[in-house]
């Protein structure tokens, strides 16, 4: 089961790379548009540059690096920075809705509008403490972007039955090797 509600995009958005596979469901500027758009971030016939789709795969893959820190793993800096500088192309700005409630709203336009978006979806989940539960799998071979619905919040792979086992007879082997 995946994200709930519109973190669902966000964890779409970083698994459209297959790590483990090698597939990668953007490989061009095109493909973006459209995801974006079967997402309702930009419009069907909206602008695509070579420069946006180079971004887009930079912010995909600082996302991944985020949603690995809530699986243990440190920061890396370098995400950190893509993010911000991200969030800053987008023009992502904090104010405040009608009913007084937070809120997050890219200025920019087109694509940097939409990654903009995302960035503000991560935001309202850290706000609202569902952000910590979308995690990178702990297999560096796989990475896949989970929704953790464990009650103690401690799931460490996208699959028990395939990334935890590959883990587990991966320990299991190397204590037999020792003995």
Not at 87 to 113: I, K, M, W, Y
Not at 116 to 131: F, T
Not at 146 to 151: E, L
Request: proline content about 3%; hydrophobic content about 40%; some cysteine.
């Amino acid at each position: 089961m995946g994200a709930p509600g519109e973190l669902a995009v966000v964890q779409a958005f970083i698994n459209t790379r297959n790590i483990e596979a090698g597939e990668d469901e953007l490989p061009d500027a095109a493909a973006l548009r459209r995801f974006l758009s079967q997402r309702g971030l930009l419009g069907s016939r909206a602008r695509v540059t070579a420069a946006d789709h180079r971004r887009a795969l930079d912010l995909r893959e600082a996302l991944r690096a985020l949603a690995a820190a809530n699986n243990g793993e440190p920061l890396n800096p370098f995400a950190v920075a893509t993010l911000n500088h991200s969030a800053r192309q987008a023009g992502l700005v904090a104010g405040f809705a009608a009913s007084g409630a937070p809120h997050e709203t890219p200025t920019a336009n087109g694509v940097d509008r939409a990654l903009g978006e995302l960035l503000a979806i991560v935001h309202r989940a850290v706000r609202d403490g569902s952000w910590s539960r979308l995690k990178a799998c702990h297999e560096h071979g796989c990475r896949w972007a989970f929704y953790d619905h464990s009650r103690n919040r401690s799931s460490t792979w996208c699959a028990m039955a395939l990334c935890g086992t590959r883990a587990k007879m991966r320990t299991y082997r190397a204590r037999r090797a020792t003995h």
